[in-house]
């Protein structure tokens, strides 16, 4: 069965600085997706980014990048210039081509210092 | 175009109790999305629902729990009778049938208590 490791549950950072959360994931099968979710306190869970396990290049949106290592079956997301509204709880996801179902790590609460 | 939206926000009941959840999907997605978060867990899949059938519900925990999508639009989540091990955050998610690559958009969830 797959399974989603986020190790960190809340990690801090300084307004400005750069943060890197750590996921690594089990699996079997070749072809997948994983994904960055963010989640501000009593808000909407939204997409931050997503990366085909196809596709040798890391996904970047902006401030957000991955570091996907498919043979280290790892994917961390590296947030820079960080800005107050980067404040929230992150989850990560894995999901195999075939199904729609989304599996998540415990996910990871950021602090942003100003 | 309005995101997925949940109701209540919060919901304390007592164990026994029934609650029912409600997720409005954004318009035009078929795909409709249960999910569940206990306390300090991972988020977990409860079901799926294309259009208003139920294709995987291999997530749904016992006979408890009853998810419904009357005319494949809006759906329903009723816990009867509620349990102390319901309590968690309940997340409905939902997107376009494009393939599998389609991204699924999550509402802000409901936090149900059970005393």
């Known amino acids: 069965a797959q399974t989603v490791t986020q190790s960190q549950p809340e990690m801090s950072v300084q307004e400005a600085e750069t943060v890197t959360l750590s996921c690594t994931y089990d699996?079997?099968?070749?072809?997948?997706?994983l994904f960055w979710y963010k989640q501000p306190p009593s808000r909407q869970m939204i997409l931050v980014i997503r990366?085909?396990?196809?596709?040798?290049q890391n996904a970047t949106e902006n401030r957000f990048s991955v570091n996907f290592q498919k043979a280290a079956k790892s994917f961390s997301l590296k947030i820079s210039d960080s800005q107050l509204g980067d404040a929230a709880m992150y989850f990560c996801a894995y999901s195999s081509r075939g199904t729609y179902k989304y599996i998540f790590g415990t996910g990871t609460r950021l602090k942003v210092l100003a | 175009e309005a995101g997925v939206t949940q109701f209540p926000s919060h919901s304390v009941i007592e164990k026994g109790q029934t609650v029912t959840l409600r997720c409005d999907p954004i318009s035009g997605h078929d795909n409709l999305y249960w999910y569940r978060r206990v306390m300090g867990k991972e988020i977990k899949f409860l079901l799926h629902?294309?259009?208003?059938?139920?294709?995987?519900e291999s997530g749904m925990p016992n006979n408890r729990f009853l998810a419904e999508r009357t005319g494949g639009t809006y759906s329903t989540l009723k816990v009867q009778p509620a349990e102390l091990e319901d309590s968690g955050v309940y997340f409905c998610?939902?997107?376009?049938?494009?393939?599998?690559?389609?991204?699924?958009?999550f509402g802000p969830g409901t936090r149900l208590t059970v005393l």
């Open positions: 629902f294309v259009k208003e059938s139920k294709q995987d």
């Open positions: 998610a939902s997107s376009q049938d494009v393939g599998h690559t389609d991204t699924q958009y």
């Open positions: 990366q085909e396990a196809y596709k040798q």
């Open positions: 699996t079997s099968e070749s072809d997948y997706y």
